[in-house]
């Protein structure tokens, strides 16, 4: 029998978060250890519920949710959108540029195989969600990873971002506020980047799903209010500002100069008939969520259950020799570094998979995130915090060992 292989467009595509070796911490978990797991950026889990009258808005109309909606989403869920672009700035949004989804995911893989031809390349970040790396790999595309500097609070380092730039380069994606990062750009640095687009036509991929989950009394612009003359495609969703990822809803909006663009927004909407629709519990919190109380405030807030937990962590880990770390000005994660002189390591797979082995802790590995050194690895600050107080003391302790090796 010839051997079943998969498809050749999945080389270059890798998705760690979910890797091998939260396999091992699965069947380690079968043996009966109790895992601590710092790994996802899944909400619920760790208590943080969808707020209840997002909850009750879904199963009060789960009845009327069995038909397909229109391909790009259910009216009153654009609406809801639309009312969202307008609180952000992004000018000219009509029902007609939004597409909902089932959640971002769907929607970046969407969105880069109605794009792309092979070899056509997009500039990614590095770090980033790999997520966006593996669509680019999946839909043909190469992928151009920028980097960010961690001596400036991990803004995109533009004048490396121009040097990949060539006649292939069709888009750049921004991740902001950043997954691993925690990184937030200032309007300095998006007008930066809007600059870049203009100069060389490309479209700007803005990926903003933690646009509320902002400590510090911070805030975040949408990149496409600052310009109407460069194409815009900026994502969103429940799943992280709403703690809904269960609920697989997401949007993206089409903004800026449409005018270029009409046969790939045109190849968009094929894309988007293509599945039908998003499911439509998922649509149906949409609405509520966007216009109902915002109670991820609470959470970030000074003494906000998710801000305590990031100082806890920050502190913590900042606490270990050899370790060190931007602090986050958004999202769910620390991205800490460690020194190569105490951690000389040259495969942080391998580490990770050490770290789980001895100390039961599980992360992630920084070359998951398309990050080109062994050197950083994420952490999810989402456990409570005695667990997370537990972890940081093992992943201190595992650190000191490996240190006196
Ligand atoms: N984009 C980023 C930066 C993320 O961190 C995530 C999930 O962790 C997603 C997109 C996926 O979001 P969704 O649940 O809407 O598919």
Known sequence: ??????????ANVCYDIRGPVMQRARQLEEEGHRILKLNIGNLAPFGFEAPDEVRQDVIKNLGEASGYSDSKGMFAARKAIMHYCQQKQIQGVT???????????????????????????????APDYPLWTAAVSISGGRPRHYLCDEQSDWYPDL?????LINEKTKAMVIINPNNPTGALYPESVLREIIQIAREHQLIIFADEIYDKVLYDGAEHTSIASLADDVLFITMNGLSKNYRACGYRAGWMVISGDKRHATDYIDGLGIMASMRLCANVPGQFAIQT????????????????????????????????????????????????????????????QKFILELLEAQKVLVVQGTGFNWPTPDHFRVVFLPNTDDLTDAMGRIARFLETYRKK
């Open 95 to 125: 029902l007609d540029d939004i597409i909902v989804g089932n959640g971002v995911s769907e929607l970046i893989v969407m969105s880069m195989q109605g794009l792309l031809n092979n070899g056509d390349e997009v500039l990614l970040p």
């Open 1 to 10: 029998m010839k051997p079943i292989l998969k498809s050749a467009k999945l």
């Open 159 to 163: 004048d490396h971002m121009r040097s």
């Open 289 to 348: 969520s966007l216009g109902g109380y915002q109670s991820i405030n609470d959470l970030v807030g000074p003494n906000g259950r998710l801000t305590r937990q990031r100082n806890l962590a920050y502190d913590m880990m900042t606490s270990i020799p050899g370790v060190s770390c931007v602090k986050p000005k958004a999202a769910l994660y620390l991205f800490p570094k460690l020194d190569a002189k105490l951690y000389p390591i040259e495969n942080d």
